[in-house]
């Protein structure tokens, strides 16, 4: 448990409250990201935590701040904070397949106790992580130091009995305060805003700035690049991103499609006047590299189907880029078309890197479509 009290230790001078009474970082000028303004409390840590690969958007331009944190997710946040160590022991839980990104984060939290699962075997990863579950963890980490009871929360009766330690002390340090009424809300549960704050601050205290390049853990990195026309496709690949733990890559155009253009049943629309003009299918990309290109091991590579091939957009960003010792996924979107050959056309326009068969979905995929395909690829 060292480790457990040197890192709970450091987690104390800097976990703030889960009732929002949080002190803002500086300002940022520009987040990238349209539902997080410049002068918003958590600005400064959204782009911090999505910069350094902890949590990722919910889409290329969107944070989802009062979203909530899942339990998958809260660990593995931690396990990457904790460097990614190497993970032997730990329970094999029946709903955490080993191929989920959170699943070395998984086994490391239960063999160190401080993620623990249920009765029944089960770890329930994608429950939301509760108030008072967040304040077993850090409970945890911080050693499960012993607490004054002090006075009761009103709602103290409705505190979990693994839990009610865990409040005390949370309360007596200051890590997690009551809310209106002197309610402690033990099944409320943590935004995403509070958990990227909650991760700066820890980063920031453990001197982990920008300037360093974290240890290779050995695991495998995951981009998502897609290019949608209509929203289908982009929904589908936050999906897999979700699944794999996979960052996200649009694919843009310098001149985006609009509806119009998009009218297939116009034969003056661009997209058909395209069609027709092979030559004009070389589309200029706003951005053709992803940062970071070369760190990826998997590329999960997205499109909808335009005349039985991928929309050429996609050719575009395939040419500009090096798949060598890349493993690459196609998957694709559409009504009624299937696949066909469009992965291999892609596979012989990029030359090299490992293409294996693709996926297509229906427009309107459901997470849970997008999980069992990629945990059928068995990636780990």
Known sequence: MKTCKRMGALLLALILTLSLSITAFAAVEDTGF???DADDWFAESAVYVRDHGIMNGTSATTFDPNGTTSRGQITAILYRAAGSPAVSGGTAYSDVAETAYYAAAVRWASASGVVTGYADGTFHPNDPITRQQLAAILWRYAGSPAAESGT???DEAAIAAYAVTAVDWARDTGVITGRDGNRFDPSGRATRAQAAVILHRYLELLGSGAEETPEDSGETRVLVAYFSATGNTEGVANAIADVTGGDLFEITPADPYTSADLNWTDENSRVV??????????????QETPAAWADYDVVFLGY??????AAWPVSSFVAANDFAGKTVIPFCTSSSSGLGQSGDLLADLAGNGTWLEGQRFRGGASEADAAAW????NLA
Do not use: C, K, M, Q
Request: glycine share 4%; aromatic share 16%.
């Open 374 to 377: 990629v945990e059928s690829l």
């Open 34 to 36: 349209s539902d997080v």
């Open 304 to 309: 909808p189907i335009w005349w039985g091939i």
């Open 273 to 286: 006047y395209e069609y027709e003009n092979p030559e004009e299918r070389d589309v200029a990309l706003a």
């Open 152 to 154: 009761d929360f009103a």
